[in-house]
């Protein structure tokens, strides 16, 4: 087989760049070596929005402040562009606007709050402050204090990705699940590849769009592997949710995260754990998940959830909290995406439009945020 891109992942990465590449008339191939969008991406919670793991003003003293501005400048366009881009498609894949509340766990956090909300309203970033009055009236939560955000989503990952693959196989790109693949030979404009079952791959561009499945021919140890678990409740009356369903995170670490669903459900998750050993991780599962449960319950305490269904993942992370997308001098024509940390959907699409322009042989202009090089 020949193609001009192929695409190695069909998760919502994969489809991403899959969709933005074949809207431009790209020949573009998609290879998984699972079922279609059977890796991490259903296992995601669906929180589409533009904080990074490291707020913004503790990641001014890590890359410097220029930079750390346009790093949440660029996650806040990707949302807008999200929106814009999901509603374009057949299928709606339960994308709902709601607010996002960043919580302060307590009153010493309040004051790191404040600085964070003044250096993001400094970009143009759209967000205010609530004290604890107006949390508890407006959202019925208690806590110190919040940043909320008017611009975030809720979205259904498997639903999306597989409304943006439908669409790229409308445009003719050719989807293979089941399919392992190996690098034979990587030059510029032609990269080899063979599947397990002997056929070769010709190629002008390859995409690994493998997650945390970092291929151990990138020669370094760019990320951390973690160990993360989320609970799904069962169905609440209305009257438990918070009013207007907000997207959760709170200032705190581990972290903990929480949304609601359309059927009444609440999806939570966190206590994150620095190894990726998959006996250890899922051996703590149980007691994981009554300590995500507690802290949900502390959160809606006139609430009665229970777990339904609970899960464990894997991801990786950067030193910096931001992804790596762009390519290595030893591998030309082989290109990147891995690191997304806690924002995977939207670092997802920051990728695809990184990953389009580099293959057209343009320059982004934020690549250099998020390149091999920085690291």
């Not at 370094?220 to 609970?231: D, E, F, P, Q």
């Not at 982004?364 to 090089?373: R, S």
């Amino acid at each position: 087989m020949r193609c001009e891109v192929l695409v190695i992942g069909s998760g919502v990465t994969g489809a991403f760049c899959a969709h933005l590449l074949s809207e431009n008339g790209v020949d573009v191939a998609v290879v998984d070596r699972r079922d279609l969008v059977s890796g991490s991406t259903p296992a995601s919670t669906g929180l589409v929005m533009y904080d990074i793991d490291v707020p913004l003003v503790q990641l001014a003293e890590c890359i410097g402040l220029s930079s750390a501005e346009r790093a949440y400048q660029r996650s806040n366009h990707a949302v807008g562009d999200f929106a814009r881009l999901t509603r374009e498609l057949d299928d709606q894949s339960q994308l709902t606007l709601r607010p996002c509340l960043y919580l302060a766990e307590n009153d010493a956090d309040l004051l790191l709050l404040q600085e964070e909300l003044a250096a993001r309203r400094k970009i143009g970033i759209d967000a205010r402050f609530v004290d604890h009055l107006e949390l508890e009236s407006t959202f019925k939560i208690r806590r110190a204090g919040a940043i909320v955000s008017e611009q975030a989503f809720e979205i259904d990952p498997y639903r999306l990705t597989r409304s943006l693959l439908s669409r790229a196989r409308h445009r003719g790109v050719r989807t293979y699940s089941q399919t392992q693949v190996t690098l034979r030979s990587a030059a510029k404009g032609e990269v080899v590849l063979h599947s397990h079952r002997g056929q070769q791959i010709v190629a002008g561009s390859v995409i690994f769009a493998t997650g945390y499945e970092t291929p151990e021919m990138l020669r370094g140890n760019y990320c951390k592997l973690k160990s993360t678990y989320a609970l799904a409740t069962q169905p609440l009356p209305q009257d438990q949710l918070w009013p207007q369903c907000p997207l959760i995170w709170e200032h705190r670490a581990p972290y903990f995260y929480a949304r609601a669903t359309s059927d009444h459900r609440v999806v939570c998750g966190g206590e994150d754990e620095d190894f990726a050993n998959p006996q250890l991780r899922d051996s703590l599962l149980e007691l994981k998940i009554k300590t995500v449960l507690a802290r949900l319950q502390s959160l809606a305490p006139w609430s009665n959830p229970r777990a339904e269904f609970a899960w464990a993942g894997t991801f990786a992370e950067t030193e910096d909290g931001l992804p790596l997308i762009g390519c290595v001098p030893h591998l030309p024509g082989c290109y990147f995406a891995l690191g997304y940390g806690g924002n995977g959907i939207t670092f997802s699409l920051i990728a695809a439009q990184i990953l389009r322009e580099k293959i057209f042989g343009r320059r982004d202009a934020d690549e250099d945020l998020f390149c091999f090089e920085r690291l």
